[in-house]
């Protein structure tokens, strides 16, 4: 029975610090404030209404509850609009990757590109880069943009891009 005990007591001391090393590998919201910068391509898996993606980006660096408000405008070759304020979270691993989603409501205008059904869209996204030593960042995203079926036609679309997130404390 002592035999017992002090095994399980041995492996209560190897979990627990291990699990304080993986702890340590991984943070929460740990960014600073960035301004984001990205091309990408629109409309990845339709040959109608492909074209090329810009966006500019603020996200904020302090977080409330876990998430960090952003804002943010994305424009396309062929006109398309979309403007929305939304919620992140990131989480860093091992102080140089850091994976971040991201959901926003936002105003969406096809100009001469894709009619996505409304004026109400939604973009939900999944981001994955690495964090430089002066905490600038360069990361690749899949976003999704859907008006959730807030009219009959909600064909959607899909975009891949690639950010360049420059934290302000480098730029004041």
Same mark, same amino acid.
């Given at each position: 029975?002592?035999r017992?005990a002090?095994?399980g007591?041995?492996l209560? &001391? &190897? %979990? $627990? ?6 702890? $340590?590998? &991984?943070?929460?919201?740990? @960014?600073?404030?960035v =301004? ?7 409309? =990845?898996?339709?040959?109608?209404d492909?074209?090329v993606d +810009?966006?500019? !980006? *603020?996200r ?9 408000p952003w804002?943010?405008?994305?424009a @396309? ?11 992140? =979270?990131? =989480?860093?691993?091992f ?7 991201? +959901?926003?409501?936002?105003l ?7 009619? %996505?059904? /409304?004026? &109400? !869209?939604?973009?939900?996204?999944? !981001?994955?880069?690495?964090? +430089?030593? #002066? ?8 976003? /999704? ?9 909600n064909?959607? @679309? !899909?975009?891949? #891009?690639? *950010?360049? /997130? ?5 730029? +004041?």
């Open positions: 029975m002592k017992l002090l095994l007591a041995l209560c &001391v &190897v %979990l $627990a610090t291990s699990s304080e090393r993986a702890a $340590a590998q &991984v943070a929460l919201n740990d @960014t600073p404030a =301004i984001s910068g990205g091309i990408g391509w629109y409309d =990845i898996y339709l040959q109608d492909q074209a +810009f966006r500019l !980006e *603020y904020h660096g302090d977080d409330f509850l876990w998430l960090k804002a943010g405008l994305e @396309t070759s062929d006109g398309s609009v979309w403007g929305g304020i939304g919620v992140l =979270i990131d =989480i860093t691993f102080d140089s990757i850091v994976l971040t989603a991201s +959901f926003a409501p936002g969406y205008e096809d100009g001469g590109g894709k009619d %996505l059904g /409304h004026t &109400v !869209e939604f973009r939900s996204q999944v !981001e994955l880069g690495y964090q +430089f030593e #002066n905490r600038s960042r360069l990361s690749l995203a899949f976003s /999704h943009l859907s008006n959730a079926h807030l009219s009959d036609d064909p959607g @679309t !899909e975009v891949l #891009n690639l *950010y360049y /997130h420059l934290p302000l404390e480098m730029l +004041f």
